[in-house]
């Protein structure tokens, strides 16, 4: 018998006789199907196998390494902002664009704490005519709470809006590429209901909206994880006390902006404390959270019902 004769043949192809072997599993391959490695060479079904066994690289955070390097949350949340955006200047008329006035949408959905009449007399409940449809809209105190989410998403004119997109972008593809997708957006509505919150204990006779409480938490969310990660964060400070200095001097929400800034401190040190080989408890730290801020709410609410017998 010669060599040629004896010779194995290519597990893949039959026809071919071969010489080379799988490292892992030791099937003959020919040259077609030898995958290079580390030593020697591999089969097509070795490679793969070992694909579907290889732990995915996390970050610092716990996010898979690859996961947020689109920014593909943070330009969800900015379309979500241009589209409630344009439902107001749809309901309230072109002048909605440039003026900083409550219109109907602001009226059914921002966050009004408790309405009052022009005698003092406080007003639970809001009526409000949209898109033709009638309707009574309670303030969070008479138990829409939904304001509290809705308001982070509308705007005042589009000089309010293009300023905290521009921050939200800035900001929150850095973050989102650090965090992951996951726990950015948990620590971004945070941050916002953080600001609601303060808006709720300390403005409740106003009405507010606007992504900017979400927005100053993510300055605080950013200088906690560039303390983790070892950055430099002067540009952060420089940037947030101009935008501090700004809502004092043109009288923006102090309440809203500084709450969803403590907001964002608090999301970031959840994060940034947490060991590295206990990164679930990240979830954990959200809850309370969220559990601390609804229990604020409700309390803010107890208050306000003894003090204006709201029915």
Same mark, same amino acid.
């Given at each position: 018998?010669?060599?040629?004769?004896?010779?194995?043949?290519?597990?893949?192809?039959?026809?071919?006789?071969?010489?080379?072997?799988?490292?892992?599993?030791?099937?003959?391959?020919?040259?077609?199907?030898?995958?290079?490695?580390?030593?020697?060479?591999?089969?097509?079904?070795?490679?793969?196998?070992?694909?579907?066994?290889?732990?995915?690289?996390?970050?610092?955070?716990?996010?898979?390494?690859?996961?947020?390097?689109?920014?593909?949350?943070?330009?969800?949340?900015?379309?979500?902002?241009?589209?409630?955006?344009?439902?107001?200047?749809?309901?309230?008329?072109?002048?909605?664009?440039?003026?900083?006035?409550?219109?109907?949408?602001?009226?059914?959905?921002?966050?009004?704490?408790?309405?009052?009449?022009?005698?003092?007399?406080?007003?639970?409940?809001?009526?409000?005519?949209?898109?033709?449809?009638?309707?009574?809209?309670?303030?969070?105190?008479?138990?829409?709470?939904?304001?509290?989410?809705?308001?982070?998403?509308?705007?005042?004119?589009?000089?309010?809006?293009?300023?905290?997109?521009?921050?939200?972008?800035?900001?929150?593809?850095?973050?989102?590429?650090?965090?992951?997708?996951?726990?950015?957006?948990?620590?971004?509505?945070?941050?916002? /209901?953080? !600001?609601?919150?303060? #808006?709720?204990?300390?403005? *409740?006779?106003?009405?507010? =909206? %606007?992504?900017? $409480?979400?927005?100053?938490?993510?300055?605080?969310?950013?200088?906690?994880?560039?303390?983790?990660?070892?950055?430099?964060?002067?540009?952060?400070?420089? /940037?947030? !006390?101009?935008?501090? #200095?700004?809502?004092?001097? *043109?009288?923006?929400?102090? =309440? %809203?902006?500084? $709450?969803?800034?403590?907001?964002?401190?608090?999301?970031?040190?959840?994060?940034?404390?947490?060991?590295?080989?206990?990164?679930?408890?990240?979830?954990?730290?959200?809850?309370?959270?969220? #559990?601390?801020?609804?229990?604020?709410?409700?309390?803010?609410? %107890?208050?306000?019902?003894?003090?204006?017998?709201?029915?």
């Amino acid at each position: 018998m010669s060599d040629e004769q004896s010779a194995p043949t290519c597990y893949r192809h039959r026809n071919r006789q071969t010489y080379l072997r799988c490292v892992r599993c030791d099937k003959p391959i020919c040259a077609d199907c030898r995958i290079d490695a580390p030593v020697g060479f591999q089969c097509p079904d070795c490679v793969a196998a070992g694909r579907r066994t290889m732990r995915q690289t996390r970050n610092s955070f716990g996010g898979g390494a690859r996961a947020g390097t689109t920014g593909t949350v943070t330009k969800v949340l900015i379309g979500a902002n241009v589209v409630a955006f344009i439902l107001t200047v749809l309901s309230a008329g072109v002048g909605a664009i440039v003026s900083p006035g409550a219109t109907e949408m602001h009226l059914a959905f921002a966050e009004i704490g408790l309405g009052f009449s022009q005698f003092g007399a406080p007003v639970p409940e809001i009526p409000v005519s949209l898109f033709g449809v009638d309707f009574i809209s309670p303030t969070v105190s008479a138990g829409g709470y939904y304001r509290m989410v809705t308001a982070m998403f509308l705007h005042f004119g589009i000089i309010h809006l293009l300023f905290n997109m521009v921050v939200l972008w800035m900001l929150g593809r850095v973050l989102e590429r650090d965090l992951g997708p996951a726990r950015y957006l948990t620590a971004y509505m945070l941050s916002g /209901l953080a !600001g609601s919150v303060a #808006v709720y204990l300390f403005s *409740f006779g106003t009405t507010t =909206a %606007g992504a900017s $409480g979400a927005v100053y938490g993510l300055f605080g969310l950013m200088i906690m994880v560039n303390r983790k990660l070892r950055r430099d964060n002067q540009g952060i400070y420089v /940037l947030l !006390g101009l935008n501090l #200095v700004m809502t004092v001097m *043109f009288q923006f929400s102090f =309440a %809203g902006h500084v $709450g969803g800034l403590i907001g964002g401190l608090i999301c970031g040190a959840i994060l940034t404390f947490t060991p590295r080989k206990q990164r679930a408890l990240h979830w954990v730290g959200f809850a309370l959270f969220l #559990v601390v801020l609804a229990a604020i709410t409700f309390f803010q609410t %107890g208050v306000l019902d003894n003090q204006y017998d709201i029915v």
